[in-house]
């Protein structure tokens, strides 16, 4: 997915280097004056196409993303695919006659490699990214 600005440059990359890029995006880097904009309508963009592959209702990955993490890979221009992360309240058993008990655990809540870019294991390095920190 090509867009109209360099991606690496938006999410404070030193250089444009012509290999793949993975950078974590979080609510400040959407905040920025100059780039902001577009970083949101980027992720908006993007979000839309892993709800059409994914064939969901609806995005999970927006342009606005409160206390989530996307992991965006990205070459110049183009964004290769995204891994967004974040807290999600989940119910675990405590055992067979103790019932469920609530937690918050950092989950992937949504993994998307642009088509014509899949199973060449860009998706591994956004995984190894994320886990990287």
């Known amino acids: 997915m090509e867009f109209d600005f360099d991606v690496g440059r938006a999410l404070g990359a030193a250089s444009s280097s012509s290999a793949a890029s993975v950078a974590r995006v979080d609510e400040s880097s959407l905040s920025h004056p100059r780039w902001g904009q577009g970083l949101r309508e980027l992720l908006d963009k993007v979000g839309e196409r892993s709800k059409r592959a994914q064939g969901l209702g609806k995005a999970v990955t927006a ?21 967004k992360v974040g807290s999600k309240r989940l119910f675990v058993s405590k055992g067979e006659k103790d019932g469920l008990m609530e937690i918050s655990q950092l989950c992937v809540l949504d993994f998307y490699v642009v088509e014509g870019h ?16």
Do not use: N
């Not at 899949?118 to 956004?126: I, P, V, Y």
């Open 118 to 133: 899949q199973r060449g294991g860009l998706g591994r390095r956004l995984f190894g990214a994320m886990l990287a920190g």
């Open 63 to 83: 342009g606005r993303l409160g206390d989530c993490r996307v992991y965006l890979m990205y070459e110049g221009r183009c964004v290769l695919g995204l891994l």
